[in-house]
């Protein structure tokens, strides 16, 4: 990889593998809608020389081209809302693939674990069927299939399938950041789902890290590669770690499909929230055996590491 181009580049995930790429020393152009937040990102690791901005439109294919030409691999981070996920996100994949297909990029899409439905293994591996019985799932089944379908002559693509996530990056949009950032700023949250069963959940830093690795392998385009965590963990520990880290003992409430419907009438997201509620009861873990046979060790900070440095960066505090 001589130099890469991240779409959604403030998100959780984008900003994570911008980070990863500067540390590397990769020359990296950090795309987003926003000259703001693209700034604040650039001022968070320094403002380093490899570093540019470009502002554009993911939905709009001639802006992807444009600020992708000089680029040889595309990291497709970019996301809708929950709300909006059955109707913009295929038109979305679909602009960054042309883009991609028209500079014969290598693409390298994050995705999650919504096509795999209910678990029907212990741990998932790359195999299992893809039976969504959601929305949102048979959305994402469709994303996947667009990202390789046939018509791409000249892109190359693979997709990183990650369980929830959280870290330094993670905004409210994912499952966790909402609950640690109020965590962090010593007031009271609310948790998605079931507090006492453990679930999976990635450290951004940690994906970052293995994702650019399969990026810069050639044999590991055309295929797909689930990432999972570092093992299992419930909610109230999740808590009980961020409460150590912050100093704070406010109140978190967890919201289950009558909470979340109720404060649906407010934030329209967290209606939307509801049907994958299932992922919360039935946790999914995913197989890491593909991942270490053919590129490495699994990146698996502690979850009492990890979210002691998430709360550490949203309160502000500096990184060592």
Known sequence: MKNAIVIGATGGTGAAIVEELVKRGIPVIAFGRSRTKLEQLAARIGNPPHLSLAIGDAFQTDDVE???????????CANV???ELEERLLPLGKAIMKAAD??????????GIYPYG???EELVTEDHPKE????????????GQMVFDSRWNHARSLIVRLPDYYGPTANQASYLGGTLEAIAKGKMGFFIGNMRVPREYVYLPDAAKMIVELAIRDQAYGQEWNIPGAGVISGAEIVRLSRKASGSAKPVIPLGRIGLSILGIFVPVMKEVVEMLYLTKEPLRLS??????????????SYGEGIKATIRRLKGEKMP
């Open 102 to 111: 028209r500079l014969g990029l290598k693409v390298v899409v994050v995705d």
């Open 132 to 143: 969504p019985h959601t929305r949102k799932g048979r959305s994402r089944l469709q994303f």
């Open 288 to 301: 890491g055996e593909k991942y270490e046979r053919f590129i490495g060790p699994i990146q698996a900070t």
């Open 81 to 83: 809302p929950y709300h």
């Open 118 to 120: 209910r678990r029907q």
């Open 66 to 76: 444009t600020a992708s030409r000089g680029a040889d691999v595309l990291f497709h």
